[in-house]
C-alpha cells in the first residue's frame, strides 16, 4: 500500500507529480514538496535510524533543521553524505537514502545489545573504562569504539561537486521568512531599502506553512505565498530561499549557505552545489522563530514520539500523519491546537494529557490531567502510560504521540558575539539578551513574541527601527493573537532512561550522575555527557539539562546558565568552506614569461612561491634528472645557460630620499653607489637576524631597482612600506612593485657576452659594462631594455629584462643567437648547484635564525649608519666567536653523499645534541668537480677549514666523513666573474 | 571585521595583513647612549593587553596604507582609524 | 625597428574572447599602463599634470575616464594611467618627460592582464568574485580587491555592465580561470 499516512487532501505539496526514492533499498513514493522524512511518514515508516550510543530505534522528533534523531546517508557513490537530516531533505525523483548507526538491518541491528548494558554506558563511560592498560586504547578500544559509534559513514572518494563563494551587500538583511520576517521585508522594501531575506527552508513562510489559522481573508501559507510574490517582484529585494544564516561575525558580516542544487539529483553541469555567502550589511533583523522543546520521561524516544508541533506540520504543511491515532503530552495550549488540527483533519485523538489542572477543555477530545510516564512498542510506539493527577494510571493505545513543552526562541545568532540570552518567566525561555551583534534587531518569536499578530507587528516594528523609517509601514492583516498559558514542565519525576538528548544518548540520569561526580558548570556538564554536542548542537535538548541541573543544584535556570552558542547554526559541508580553492585551484598559478617556450622544451616544472619554474630541461636519452642538470651546469660553465630568473621580487624605488631610504633598509651602504652600477644588499630585521637579500641598481640618481628573493617578494614589499611611512615619512621616495613587469633572464658562462652582442643594441665589452654595471638599453634595434652585470652562478654573466609581453620573443631570441655556442636553458636545480658551487647564500642559509656573521658578511653592517637591524646585531649573544659560521663541506671520501639537514660531530666524540657543531643548509652533486659539496653552518667555522668532521644523519641513518673547506668551490678568486 | 579606512571607507578585514603594536612606529635613536636598550626595548617588550589597543595593520590588497587602528581585542570595536604616516608625522618621525 | 612581437598575458597570439548568454569576458591586450607617484612635496605640481592629462585628478577610490588617457588612483599620491598602447608604446617615457621630476613615474604594460566584463550577468559573476558592492558601483569607481586570492583593480567603466579587472599578469590563466568557472556558474 503506499502512502497510507498521506491525508487525503491539503498541504503544500504538489499531488499532480509522484517522486520515486528509495529508502534502505525500498522503493517508495512523494509528492514535490515533501521533505524525506514527510514522504517517508507517508509511506507508514516512522523508523528512521538507530541512536549513536544504545542504537535505540528512532524516528523524527521534528519537522526542521534542529532534528537529531533522523539522520541518513544521502545519495550514493561519490555523493554519499553522511548524517543528512531527513527532515530538510527535499525530496527529489531517484532519491537514494539509507538509514545509519546500524550493524545488520535497522529492524534488527545487533548492536541493540547496547540498549541491555546501558547500565554500564552511562556519563563519563569511556573515560572511567578505557584508561587501562594505556597500550590496550590505540590497538583495541579505539577501533572497536570508533566501529561501534559514530554516525553514517564516509563515500571515502573525491567530493564531484563544486562550492562557490560570493559576497553580498545590503541595508537590511532579515534572517528567517516567517510572520515576523515577511513584515519586516515587506516594510524595508516598499520603502525602497536593499533587502535580503534568506530562510532556511525551500518554502518560505516559516510556521504559517504549518498552522491553519487565517491572516485577514487568506490561510497563513497563502498570504506568506503572496508576499514572497511581491517581494520577488521588488528589484531592491533579493529572496533567498535554501539559504541558512550560519554566524553573525563582525560588524555586520554574515555567513549564509545557499544550497543552490541539493534539491536535485545532480547539481546542473557548471553549477554549484552549494554557494557560501560573505553578507555585509548595515542592518539586521533577526527573525528566526522558535523551536518547540519536549517533555522527559521513561522510554521517551520510541519511532512516533514526536514534538506536537512537528506533528502538525506534518499535518497541515506535507498532509501526512505519523498515526492514524494520536495523543498529546503537553504543559501550555500549544499542544492543544496539535490535538484540534489533526481531529479536524479526520485523525484520532487518543487523548490530550496536560500537566496543568486549568488546562483548557473546550473541544470533541479527551483532555486528562497527568502525566505521560512510560511507552511501549518495540520498533514503534504502540502505548503510552498515563499516570492521572488521581495517582490512577491509565493505557493509551496510539501510534504517535505529539510533546509540546513551551517554546525556545532561536537567540543563537544574538549569541555569536559574546552575548549571553536572558531568562523570560512566562515564557520560561531564554530570550535574546541587551547585548546583540552590532546592528541586529530581533522580531518575532525569537525575540518572544509568540502570537502571529505580535510576530508581524515586530516586524515591521524592527525594519522601521533598523532603518529609521517615517513610511507608512504595510497594512497587516488580523490574526491569530493567543497569549501563552504554560506552567513550567520539563521531566517526570522519578524517570531514569528519559531521553535529553537523542542524538547523543544523553539521559535523565546521566545529567543526575554527571551532578553526583561533581560537575557543576553548565559548561562542563555538555562536556562530560557530551550533552548538545551532535550535530544539532542541543536545539531539542539543551534545556531540558540545564532545568535539571538548576533543580539539583538547587538554582535557577538562568543562575545556571547556558554554554555558548557559536557558528554555524546548523551542520556545514567543510566543501563550502573551501569554494573553489581545492586540487589545481588550491591557489593561484604564476606563470613566468617564458612558460610556454618552456613547455615546448619539454621542461619540467616545480612550485616556487606560486610561481612554476622550469625545474630542468630532460633531453632524448637522460634517464634521470641528475643527468639533465649535470649536462646544464657544464654546459653553463663550459659556453653558456639561460635562465628565467623574471620570479625575483623586483620593487622599483625612486624619490630624491631614494639612496638614503635603501641605506635604512639594507645593513651595508648605498648612498655612495655610482648611477650605473649594481650592489648585493643584505637586509636585516631589526633584531638582528637576515631578513632577505638581492641587489640594487642605481638607473640614475633617485631611481634603484631593487631585488628580493623570490619567495619574499610580498614580505620584504610591505617592510619596505612599513620603513617609508611608519618611520621615515618625510622621505622622498616612491615604491612600486615590478615583479611581473618585466621579464628577466639571466645569461650566464664565458660565452655570455658574445650572444648577447647579437642582441644587445649598445657596446657590452669587460670595458663599457664591466662587471657590475647595469644601464637601460635597447634590444633588437630599438625594444627598451634593461641590463644588469650580476652574477648567481659566478661565471660572467648578464641578467637582461624586456616588457613581459616580450618575454617569450626574447627567450626565442636569445637561444637563436646562442645557437652557434650551444646555449643550454637551466633550470631551478642547475641554477642551485652552480649557487653552492660558488658558495652564494639563499633561501636555506637566509632561514630566519642566522645573522650577517653566521653568513660571513659581519663586516658588511656599517656602523656609520642607521639600518634596520643594526643596533641589535652587535649583541653580545650574536658575537661569540665559536658563533656559526658559513662553510664548504665535501666527502673525504669523492663517492659519499652528503644529505642536507645532517649534523656535523667531531670524529671521535659521542653523538648527540651537547656535541653538535654544526648543520649542513644546502647540499648537490657538483658535476664541475665531481662529488658531492655542500654549504653548512660549523661552530668558529671560517677557522676551521681543513679539519674533518663526521657528518651525521640519525634519521637517515648517514654517516659520513667530511672535510671542512672554504664555501667557494669554484673561482674563488672571482676572475671568471669580472673576465 | 570591517575597517574604516580613513581614504577608502568601510573596508573587510580579509584586505589587510596584521603587524601588531603602534608602538613600533616609535623607533629609538640609533646614536643615543642607551640604544641598545632601547632597541632591546622596541624590539621585545610590548603590550598585549585585553582591551584597547593601538594595532598597525597593512592594507595590502588595497591601496598600500599602513594604518593606525585603535582596537578593542576583547569585542573587535574600532574606534579610530588613521593612516600610520600621519600619526607617525604627529609622533615626530620625519627622515 | 625591432622584430620581437608580444604574446598576450594568456598565452596567445590574438587576445582571447570567452561568450556567455550572460556575458562577454575578452582578454583586453590594447593598454599600455604606467603608474605616477607624487614626489614628496610636488604634490601641488603633479596635480597639475595630472588634470592637464586626465581633465581631473583621480580622488580615492575614483577613476576619471577619458580618451586617450584614463586613470585611477592606487594609493596615496599614486595613480596609474591607462591607455592605448598603439599609440602609447612608450607611456613611461612620455609621462617621465611630462611630469618632469615632480612624479615617480613606472612602466607597469607588462605587469597586468586586464579583462573587460560585459553583459546583464555582469553583476551576478562578480558578486561570486569578489566583495565589492557590485551593484552599488558607479561608473568611474575603481577599487582594489582580492579575487582568487590576487590582488586585482576593479573599475567601473562607461557603458552599461561594463566591468575592467586589472589582475597580476603572471597568474592571467588562474584569474581567467575563475571569471569563466564564475560565468558558468552564473549562466
Same mark, same amino acid.
Given at each position: 500500500m503506499t502512502q497510507k499516512n498521506r491525508i487525503e487532501s491539503g498541504g503544500q505539496?504538489?499531488?499532480?507529480q509522484t517522486h520515486s526514492f528509495t529508502f534502505d533499498g525500498k522503493s517508495y513514493q512523494g509528492h514535490p514538496g515533501d521533505t524525506l522524512a514527510s514522504a517517508l511518514l507517508a509511506n507508514g515508516v516512522r523508523l528512521m535510524g538507530r541512536s549513536f550510543k544504545y542504537h535505540r530505534p528512532r524516528g523524527p522528533l521534528t519537522a526542521g533543521s534542529e532534528e537529531p534523531n533522523a539522520l541518513v546517508e544521502l545519495r550514493d557513490g561519490a555523493r554519499q553524505e553522511p548524517n543528512t537530516r531527513a527532515t530538510t531533505t527535499e525530496l527529489f525523483d531517484g532519491l537514494v537514502a539509507k538509514s545509519q548507526n546500524r550493524l545488520g538491518s535497522l529492524k534488527f541491528d545487533l548492536l541493540s545489545i547496547n540498549d541491555r548494558l546501558s547500565n554500564f554506558l552511562t556519563a563519563g563511560f569511556y573515560y572511567k573504562t578505557f584508561m587501562w592498560p594505556a597500550a590496550f586504547w590505540e590497538k583495541l578500544y579505539e577501533p572497536v569504539i570508533r566501529h561501534a559509534a559514530g554516525l553514517g559513514s564516509l563515500s571515502l572518494k573525491d567530493d564531484p561537486d563544486v562550492y562557490d563563494k560570493g559576497f553580498l551587500h545590503c541595508d537590511l538583511l532579515i534572517i528567517g521568512a516567517g510572520p515576523a520576517g515577511l513584515a519586516a521585508a515587506l516594510t524595508a522594501g516598499r520603502a525602497g531599502c536593499d533587502v535580503i531575506l534568506a530562510d532556511e527552508d525551500f518554502r518560505m513562510g516559516g510556521r504559517l506553512n504549518s498552522e491553519t489559522f487565517s491572516l485577514g481573508d487568506a490561510s497563513g501559507a497563502d498570504w506568506a505565498k503572496a508576499v514572497v510574490a511581491e517581494l520577488e517582484s521588488l528589484p531592491n529585494v533579493r529572496v533567498m530561499a535554501r539559504t541558512t544564516v550560519i554566524g553573525a561575525f563582525d560588524h555586520g558580516i554574515y555567513g549564509a549557505v545557499e544550497r543552490v542544487s541539493d534539491h536535485m539529483h545532480t547539481p546542473d553541469t557548471g553549477k554549484p552545489r552549494q554557494i557560501l555567502w560573505r553578507i555585509y550589511t548595515k542592518r539586521t533583523v533577526l527573525a528566526a522563530g522558535a523551536t518547540e522543546r519536549p517533555i522527559a520521561f521513561e522510554n521517551n524516544d520510541r519511532p512516533g514520539i514526536m514534538l506536537a508541533s512537528a506533528l502538525r506540520s506534518y499535518a497541515n504543511r506535507f498532509s501526512v500523519t505519523a498515526d492514524n491515532c494520536v495523543a498529546i503530552f503537553t504543559n501550555n495550549d500549544d499542544g492543544h491546537r496539535t490535538a484540534a488540527d489533526l481531529h479536524a483533519k479526520g485523525i484520532k485523538i487518543a487523548a490530550v494529557v496536560d500537566v496543568r489542572s486549568d488546562a483548557p477543555r473546550n473541544y470533541d477530545y479527551e483532555v486528562l490531567? /497527568?502525566?505521560?510516564v512510560d511507552t511501549k512498542g518495540r520498533l514503534g510506539l504502540t502505548f503510552a502510560e498515563v499516570k492521572l493527577a488521581n495517582g490512577t494510571m491509565r493505557t493509551l493505545e496510539c501510534g504517535a504521540l505529539g510533546l509540546s513543552g513551551g517554546w525556545n526562541p532561536n537567540v543563537h545568532l544574538t549569541c555569536h558575539q559574546r552575548g549571553r540570552p536572558i531568562w523570560n518567566e512566562a515564557l520560561s525561555a531564554f530570550v535574546p539578551g541587551d547585548h546583540l551583534p552590532a546592528g541586529m534587531t530581533v522580531a518575532g518569536a525569537a525575540s518572544g513574541e509568540m502570537s502571529t499578530a505580535g510576530a508581524l507587528q515586530s516586524g515591521v516594528q524592527a525594519a522601521q527601527d533598523a532603518l529609521d523609517l517615517n513610511d507608512e509601514a504595510p497594512a497587516l492583516p488580523q490574526a491569530e493573537d493567543a497569549p501563552v498559558n504554560l506552567k513550567p514542565f520539563w521531566y517526570v519525576e522519578g524517570c531514569s532512561r528519559a531521553w535529553l538528548d537523542q542524538q547523543n544518548d544523553v539521559t535523565v540520569k546521566d545529567v543526575k550522575l554527571s551532578h553526583q561526580e561533581g560537575f557543576r558548570s553548565v559548561e562542563h556538564l555538555k562536556r562530560y555527557t557530551t550533552l548538545g554536542m551532535a550535530t544539532d548542537q542541543g536545539k531539542t535538548s539543551n534545556m531540558g539539562g540545564l532545568a535539571i541541573m538548576a533543580e539539583l543544584a538547587g538554582k535557577t535556570i538562568p543562575e545556571v546558565g547556558t554554554t555558548i552558542f557559536r557558528p554555524p547554526y546548523t551542520p556545514t559541508a567543510i566543501g563550502v568552506f573551501g569554494g573553489r580553492h581545492r586540487g589545481q585551484d588550491f591557489h593561484p598559478k604564476r606563470l613566468t614569461p617564458s612558460h610556454r617556450w618552456a613547455e615546448e622544451q619539454g621542461a619540467v616544472f616545480v612550485e616556487v612561491g606560486n610561481w612554476m619554474r622550469a625545474q630542468w630541461f630532460p633531453r632524448a636519452g637522460e634517464t634521470t634528472w641528475r643527468e639533465s642538470v649535470d649536462r646544464e651546469v657544464l654546459a653553463t660553465r663550459g659556453s653558456v645557460g639561460v635562465c628565467d630568473v623574471t620570479t625575483l621580487g623586483k620593487v622599483d624605488v625612486q624619490g630624491t630620499d631614494a639612496a638614503e631610504f635603501l641605506n635604512k633598509i639594507y645593513c651595508n651602504g648605498f648612498a655612495k653607489l655610482d648611477v650605473g652600477k649594481t650592489r648585493y644588499g643584505l637586509m636585516l630585521r631589526e633584531d638582528g637576524i637576515a631578513k632577505d637579500d638581492g641587489t640594487a641598481a642605481r638607473l640614475a640618481e633617485d631611481h634603484f631597482v631593487v631585488t628580493t628573493t623570490t619567495a619574499n617578494a610580498l614580505p620584504v614589499y610591505r617592510h619596505m612600506e612599513f620603513v617609508r611611512q611608519c618611520l621615515f615619512p618625510d622621505m622622498d621616495v616612491q615604491l612600486i612593485s615590478t615583479t611581473e613587469a618585466w621579464a628577466q633572464y639571466a645569461v650566464a658562462g664565458p660565452n655570455s657576452r658574445k650572444v648577447l652582442e647579437k642582441i644587445v643594441d649598445q657596446d657590452i665589452s669587460n670595458e663599457a659594462f664591466p662587471f657590475m654595471a647595469c644601464a637601460n638599453i635597447t634590444v633588437c634595434g630599438g625594444l627598451r631594455a634593461r641590463l644588469f652585470r650580476i652574477s648567481f652562478s659566478g661565471e660572467l654573466a648578464y641578467e637582461i629584462a624586456v616588457p613581459t609581453a616580450y618575454g617569450d620573443a626574447l627567450i626565442r631570441k636569445i637561444m637563436e643567437a646562442g645557437a652557434e655556442y650551444d646555449i643550454t636553458p637551466y633550470g631551478t636545480e642547475a641554477l642551485g648547484v652552480m649557487r653552492i658551487e660558488k658558495g652564494h647564500a639563499a633561501g636555506n642559509e637566509l632561514n630566519g635564525t642566522t645573522t650577517a656573521q653566521n653568513l660571513g658578511m659581519g663586516r658588511m653592517v656599517s656602523k656609520k649608519k642607521d639600518s634596520i637591524g643594526s643596533i641589535l646585531s652587535e649583541r653580545e649573544g650574536l658575537n661569540r666567536d665559536d658563533d656559526l659560521r658559513q662553510v664548504g663541506i665535501k666527502p673525504v671520501d669523492a663517492g659519499a653523499s652528503v644529505p642536507a639537514g645532517a649534523h656535523l660531530m667531531s670524529l671521535? /666524540?659521542?653523538?648527540d645534541a651537547t656535541h653538535d657543531q654544526g648543520y649542513v643548509t644546502s647540499a648537490c652533486y657538483s658535476p664541475c668537480l665531481g662529488h658531492a659539496i655542500a654549504l653548512g653552518f660549523l661552530k668558529d667555522g671560517s677557522q676551521r677549514l681543513g679539519e674533518r668532521m663526521r657528518l651525521v644523519s640519525p634519521l637517515t641513518k648517514v654517516e659520513t666523513e667530511v672535510e671542512i673547506v672554504s664555501p667557494h668551490f669554484i673561482d674563488p678568486e672571482g676572475g671568471r666573474l669580472r673576465a | 571585521m570591517i575597517i574604516e579606512h580613513p581614504l577608502l571607507g568601510p573596508r573587510d578585514a580579509a584586505e589587510f595583513t596584521y603587524l601588531g603594536d603602534a608602538r613600533l612606529i616609535d623607533r629609538p635613536d640609533w646614536q643615543s647612549e642607551t640604544a641598545a636598550k632601547d632597541f632591546f626595548e622596541y624590539g621585545y617588550l610590548r603590550d598585549n593587553p585585553a582591551g584597547w589597543h593601538q594595532e598597525l595593520w597593512f592594507h595590502e590588497a588595497g591601496d598600500r596604507s599602513w594604518l593606525v587602528i585603535t582596537r578593542n @581585542? =576583547? @569585542?573587535?570595536? =574600532?574606534s579610530k582609524v588613521e593612516l600610520a604616516r600621519d600619526v607617525a608625522r604627529s609622533r615626530g618621525r620625519s627622515k | 625597428m625591432h622584430d620581437l612581437k608580444t604574446i598576450t598575458a594568456l598565452g596567445g597570439a590574438e587576445p582571447r574572447i570567452d561568450t556567455f548568454p550572460h556575458i562577454t569576458i575578452s582578454e583586453n591586450d590594447s593598454l599600455a599602463l604606467a603608474s605616477v607617484a607624487a614626489r614628496l612635496g610636488s604634490e601641488v605640481e603633479c596635480n597639475k599634470h595630472m588634470q592637464a592629462i586626465l581633465g581631473s585628478v583621480p580622488a580615492p577610490g575614483q577613476a576619471v575616464l577619458r580618451e586617450p588617457e584614463s586613470g585611477f588612483w592606487m594609493g596615496p599620491d599614486q595613480w596609474m594611467i591607462e591607455a592605448p598602447k598603439e599609440t602609447h608604446e612608450l607611456l613611461a617615457d612620455d609621462l617621465k618627460a611630462r611630469f618632469a621630476g615632480c612624479a615617480s613615474v613606472t612602466e607597469q604594460s607588462g605587469a597586468w592582464v586586464c579583462f573587460d566584463l560585459a553583459g546583464p550577468g555582469m553583476a551576478d559573476v562578480t558578486e561570486r568574485l569578489c566583495a565589492v558592492p557590485i551593484r552599488k558601483m558607479q561608473t568611474g569607481e575603481a577599487r582594489r580587491t582580492i579575487i582568487h586570492q590576487l590582488g586585482c583593480f576593479v573599475v567601473r567603466r562607461t557603458g552599461a555592465d561594463h566591468l575592467r579587472i586589472i589582475g597580476p599578469r603572471a597568474s592571467a590563466g588562474t584569474l581567467h580561470h575563475a571569471l569563466i568557472t564564475a560565468a558558468h556558474s552564473t549562466a
Open positions: 505539496i504538489d499531488r499532480s490531567e /497527568g502525566q505521560v671521535t /666524540g659521542p653523538i | @581585542t =576583547i @569585542t573587535h570595536e =574600532i | -
